[in-house]
């Protein structure tokens, strides 16, 4: 195993000293290093654009999102997953993370388990994935063989692959449909990628999770319409999103949510269509989840 030519393992030349330096200054260096990321990533947007496309048609066609992961990159992905259930609302089965190791993987390292190329491919035979499915294999270095097994076992499959590296001409990217390559160069750290290549992850996580709900309609404006009030923070959250999108006042929003048994989009598509629950319903249906699918032509003035 060659790793030398690896960005993420090089060492990196500024910080070469690192352990003479004072506190502020290694700061400032890391500071200064993690602002490359963005940079990086915005030469790879017109790949990730392509892997929101190919997650939108799996959820359209009721498939599903898997993040597939060894490491730091794997419990990324899991984190990733996690949010999406109280931000969007959405079944726990809809997006999933899956870490080399299991469960225990996510705070304890697996001996070995991220080498298994048979891992990554029982792991998701263990979860039914389907040719409606869309897998991102996750690794910063690009040469994990669990996420390689994995991205083979979805080619088999007829599962959508997206592959997501630190590294150019990355090894996971030959096994993918779409390859999202941000190399964001040698870690402050050498080798130590929850750094910026776990940054630069994250952030592309983030679109790419965010930007689907966008396109299945989990968002009306800016506003997350189909955020879970699963504890009193988000039950006030909840009321100011209603208020938001309708521009009505708290006790009209309150009256609102308890109306539609606490669902947040039915109450604001209540509001602006002047519609009782169960038509709310239906003209929501029948746009298919989208907030303004419901209210294109009911609105005064509005271009909605």
Do not use: W
């Not at 009782?276 to 929501?284: G, S």
Request: glycine content about 10%; hydrophobic content about 40%.
């Amino acid at each position: 195993m060659d790793l030398s030519k690896l960005t993420t393992e090089t060492r990196n030349e500024k910080t070469m000293n690192l352990d003479e330096l004072s506190t502020s200054k290694v700061l400032e260096l890391m500071n200064a290093e993690d602002q490359t990321v963005p940079v990086s990533i915005k030469k790879a947007l017109p790949e990730v654009a392509l892997a929101v496309k190919k997650i939108v048609d799996s959820f359209q066609a009721g498939g599903r999102l898997f993040y597939i992961g060894a490491g730091t990159s794997g419990r990324l992905g899991v984190l990733d997953a996690a949010e999406c259930v109280p931000t969007f609302g959405t079944d726990p089965e809809m997006v999933q993370g899956l870490i080399a190791g299991g469960e225990q993987a996510m705070t304890v390292a697996v001996e070995g388990a991220e080498d298994s190329v048979e891992l990554g491919e029982n792991d998701l035979k263990a979860h039914h994935l389907s040719d409606k499915d869309t897998v991102v294999g996750i690794a910063a270095s690009g040469r994990t063989p669990y996420v390689i097994g994995g991205l083979d076992y979805a080619k088999k499959i007829g599962a959508s692959r997206i592959s997501l590296a630190c590294n150019n001409h990355a090894e996971i990217s030959n096994h993918a449909e779409v390859a999202i390559e941000v190399p964001v160069g040698p870690e402050v750290l050498t080798g130590s990628t929850r750094l910026k290549s776990g940054t630069a992850q994250k952030m592309v996580l983030n679109m790419l999770s965010t930007v689907s709900m966008v396109g299945i309609g989990k968002v009306y404006k800016n506003l997350m319409v189909d955020v879970k009030p699963t504890n009193a923070k988000l039950v006030e959250r909840s009321k100011r999103i209603i208020m938001q999108a309708t521009e009505c006042d708290y006790e009209a929003a309150g009256d609102a949510f308890v109306a539609a048994d606490k669902n947040v989009k039915l109450a604001i598509v209540m509001i602006l269509t002047n519609l009782d629950k169960n038509e709310a319903e239906i003209r929501l249906k029948n746009a298919n989840g989208f907030v303004r699918g419901t209210i294109r032509g009911t609105i005064k003035g509005g271009k909605d």
